[in-house]
Each structure stands twice: as C-alpha cells, then as structure tokens.
Nanobody
Framework: QVQLVESGGGSVQAGGSLRLSCAAS????????MAWFRQGRGKEREGVAA???????LEADSVKGRFTISKDVAKNTLYLQMNSLKPEDTAMYYC?????????????????????WGQGTQVTVSS
C-alpha cells in the first residue's frame, strides 16, 4: 500500500523547535519531489517547503531561515526541522508528493501540484 505517514507534531512554546517526519511506504522517495504543506484554522492550505529529487530545496518566505526540509533516502523518510517557532506557525502539517514540474521556479508548490497526501500532524505553538 502506497502511503505517507507523518509524525512529530505536538505543542510547543514560541521560540521552541519540532521535527516532523514523513515515512513513505509502498514506493521510494529518492528521486521524487516532496513537500510540506500546512493549513491553519480558517486558512487555505499553503506550501511550506519542498525538496527535489536531486536535493534542491525551496522554502516559503514566511519560514525561510527557520524551517529546513530534508530527506533520508536510507530510511525513505522526509523531514521538516522547525526552529524559532511562532504562534502563527500553528497548523495541521501535511507531507505530500508533488510533480517536479512545480519546482522549476522560485515558489513552493501549490495544492494543484500534489499527487499524494499524508494524513497530517498537528503543530500548536503557544505564546
């Protein structure tokens, strides 16, 4: 069964850190383009960061310098290291497989670029 399973969400105070994981099964992410999205309450889902098969990364302006996307090919797992968290980072975070054509520019992928979603993991940042 092909699926993406996120973990690592939780509650943290502002300024703290969390690392999200996304374990892929049923296929390998080595040459795939992958991304993290988030959706806050009452907000649209937005791209946060993406990584191409060759390792090139893109980050949304709102998280640049604070969030880092990476992958461990041996573990077939995608990560999102989140530092200096802010209350506005509170959201459900989703791992996704995206079409690599969406990473040819400087902007992170959009929802329409996603071909596979994980179920999400909640991140709550308190002030």
């Amino acid at each position: 069964q092909v699926q993406l399973v996120e973990s690592g969400g939780g509650s943290v105070q502002a300024g703290g850190s969390l690392r999200l994981s996304c374990a892929a099964s049923g296929y390998t992410i080595n040459h795939e383009c992958m991304a993290w999205f988030r959706q806050g309450r009452g907000k649209e889902r937005e791209g946060v960061a993406a990584i191409a098969g060759i390792g090139v990364t893109l980050e949304a302006d709102s998280v640049k310098g604070r969030f880092t996307i990476s992958k461990d090919v041996a573990k077939n797992t995608l990560y999102l290291q989140m530092n200096s968290l802010k209350p506005e980072d509170t959201a459900m975070y989703y791992c996704a497989g995206v079409y690599c054509s969406s990473m040819r520019g400087r902007d992170v992928p959009q929802e329409a670029d996603v071909y596979r979603w994980g179920q999400g993991t909640q991140v709550t940042v308190s002030s």
